[in-house]
Nanobody, 115 residues
Framework: QVQLVESGGGLVQPGGSLRLSCAAS????????MGWYRQAPGNKRELVAD???????NYGDPVKGRFTISRDNAKKMVYLQMGSLKPEDTAVYYC?????????WGQGTQVTVSS
């Protein structure tokens, strides 16, 4: 079992920046691909970005060039630096850890982009 705790969400104006953090509790953190997903009301949950231990990174098309994912294996943390935020980035953001068929989720943190 992996427990994931997100932090850093909130209200930000369009064009602003925000950094999300996720702390993972597992002995085998490096084995997991860590990621961020988001879900807006009425929409399906979608990939924002994920990162493997070897550094391979995958971004969803809507956030390419604006968001940056990173991980700190020593601290068992994953981060999402969000920039040039748009109202359509408004969603609940979920931290994810997966390996093989195992998939774990955090409780989510709300990000609202509005003036």
């Amino acid at each position: 079992q992996v427990q994931l705790v997100e932090s850093g969400g909130g209200l930000v104006q369009p064009g602003g920046s925000l950094r999300l953090s996720c702390a993972a509790s597992t002995r085998f953190y490096r084995s997991y691909t860590m990621g961020w997903y988001r879900q807006a009301p009425g929409n399906k949950r979608e990939l924002v970005a994920d990162i493997q231990d070897g550094g391979y990174i995958n971004y969803g098309d809507p956030v390419k060039g604006r968001f940056t994912i990173s991980r700190d294996n020593a601290k068992k943390m994953v981060y999402l630096q969000m920039g040039s935020l748009k109202p359509e980035d408004t969603a609940v953001y979920y931290c994810n850890a997966r390996v093989g068929s195992k998939n774990f989720w955090g409780q989510g943190t709300q990000v609202t982009v509005s003036s």
